[in-house]
């Protein structure tokens, strides 16, 4: 609203004169989380406009406690505000860039963007800045650059600061000394690139981007989050752990354009050669959700204390920490049906039957039937129609991404995606886990992966099923007897079995085609393993 007058009242060319645009609400309130995140006492906003990031830190319950410095140069748009009575804010009228501001824990700014030459007292205030830096400002063409390195100076120790910067700043001469000093003092951790930037940044007219630095100090890597719309910003709730790439400083050299290496970050990796989508041989979909897994998950004891009779029950991976190992048997099943583990679902087919009645009655009653999925179904109480799946893939998973080869009549929960094979990906399915299950399979599917923060990565059943596997061809190379043998000993020395899938891999990736990798030794254990060392 405020925006709105003000835009509708104030001459277009005054707000060019004072480089004004605005930060949309959702990137201010990403801003925002960033700085706020280590209750930092006093914060700065040197170019304060019409206030929204003051306004994203008050909405939190702990913006009250925080000193707010404010510095504006136009004090047209400061008429504009009404701030009377909030005793934890100081506008001050001024030019930020003379000013003495002091330091602060958190820093938060959209810096005007106005070419150099249009900043009309520049001579007087470079020099200042430049000898409380004590470094030379040369070449800097865009005033958002020195509010940044002004900035820089000014953040305290282990305090936050979030900047708006224009995306080609990571490309021109004066951005060198920036990245230099962002790169040497280990300040920058994160930048958020938006992809679809006309959606989020309607007035923008330069590309922009986000950089979160923290000064700690700390050798870290550097985050790259790319969000496409103001739908996705609203959803992420903690912006430190939403990012779908990490680069390493020293992967970054500060003389060096930044943007081809951060978008080769994103770019299609060359696929292996000859290599197809897992799309090709199979399907990988959700597993089964039931809108109330503590209800249809049933262990051996509560089957039968409700005499659920076999027909109306069936085997079922109810979470993700019942399969440890890559191979799921009959016997691990068992194992765990007999521990009493919830390794059931309720599969009503006989609905007269009386105990059956009386199992729904209690969910009614217990209100199962209301709840969000339950009730969109047209039988409360009637899971999905799913056969078991050969291979199941962990949807959560830190380090390796988990393969499973499954070999009970279990369906899953949504704790894992099931992948069914088609006609030309059945009889393979053995050696397309032996691929999976490789070193080299793993790395190349976590190319698609979604980072959630601590190590833990996300799989979309859609990102699987873009992931690149070996052709048929390719796979036929691998011998049957071989790709047996490796499961048989992933049973009980999974390291064992990735070593030998690395040297049957390696070996299909590099090999004329038509050659059959056999693995001498057939199913003898100790063969193969000289073979992998
Ligand atoms: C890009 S706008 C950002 C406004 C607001 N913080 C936001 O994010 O929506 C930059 C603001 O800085 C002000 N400004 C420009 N030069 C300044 C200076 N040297 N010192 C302080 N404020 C300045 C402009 O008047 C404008 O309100």
Redesign the pocket.
Known sequence: MRETNYVDETPINHRKD??????PVSV?RLMTQWVMKDDPKTIL?????????YDEVTKLKSGNQVLFTG????NH?LTYLNYNGSPNLQIEN????EAEVGSFDGII?????MRFQRFLNRHDVLPKIEAKIGKKLVGYSN?SSVFLVKSLSEINVNGNLAFIMPFEFFNTGYGKEIKKSLLFNHLLKQIIIFSNEKEIFSDATTTVCVLLCKNDGKDDDVKITVVKTNEEIDKISDITNFYQREIKPSDLPYNKKWTPLILALFSEQEPPKGFCKLSFYGTVTRGIATGANDYFALTKSKIKDWKLGDNNVCKCITKSSQIRQSIFSDDDFSSLYNADKPVHCLDVKDHKSQEIIEYINEGEKLGYHERYLTKTRNTWYKIENRKPAPILFGVFNRGRLKVIRNFTSSINFTCFHSFYPNEPGKPLINKLFVYLLSDIGQQIIKTNKRCYGNGLDKFEPGDLNDSLCPNQKQLEMIDYEAAESIIDIAKSDTKMAIRISNYLIERIMTAKQDTPLALSGGKHHCQLSLIAK
């Open positions: 004072y480089g004004q645009f605005f930060t201010a906003d040197p170019a304060f406009g019409l206030g929204v990031f510095y504006e140069i136009d748009i001024n030019d930020y860039l700014c959209n810096p005007p963007y005033i």
